[in-house]
């Protein structure tokens, strides 16, 4: 079992940046691949991002690929996810899931045991 509580959500205008943070409970966070996925109002929701159990390897979905990075610190027990060039159709939820199943990382929501509460982004225009 795992907690997990997002951070950093806020208000920035087109252009700028923010990041997210996402701590886990427990003793064994270097277990499990951790997620980033959003929701927008009347959306459902999407992947953004994914980083492997060490942090060696990291995938994103085509729309922030190149703005948002994913990472992680195992002696922390928390991911980040820094975004960059905010857009307004980057407004959401964001969500961290962690998930211990037998792969290295993944973009499906379905492999993803563990979720957290949530943090609303608001880009402005």
């Known amino acids: 079992q795992v907690q997990l509580v997002e951070s950093g959500g806020g208000f920035v205008q087109a252009g700028g940046s923010l990041r997210l943070s996402c701590a886990a409970s427990?003793?064994?966070?270097?277990?499990?691949?951790m997620g980033w996925f959003r929701q927008a109002p009347g959306k459902e929701r999407e992947f953004v991002g994914t980083?492997?159990?060490?942090?060696?390897?990291?995938y994103y979905a085509d729309s922030v690929k190149g703005r948002f990075t994913m990472s992680r610190d195992n002696a922390k027990n928390t991911v980040y996810l820094q975004m960059s060039s905010l857009k307004p159709e980057d407004t959401a939820v964001y969500y961290c899931?962690?998930?211990?199943?037998?792969?290295?990382?993944?973009?499906?929501?379905?492999?993803?045991?563990?979720w957290g509460q949530g943090t609303q982004v608001t880009v402005s225009s």
């Open positions: 899931a962690a998930g211990d199943r037998p792969y290295t990382f993944s973009s499906s929501a379905s492999d993803y045991n563990y």
């Open positions: 980083i492997s159990r060490s942090g060696g390897s990291t």
């Open positions: 427990g003793r064994t966070f270097s277990r499990y691949v």
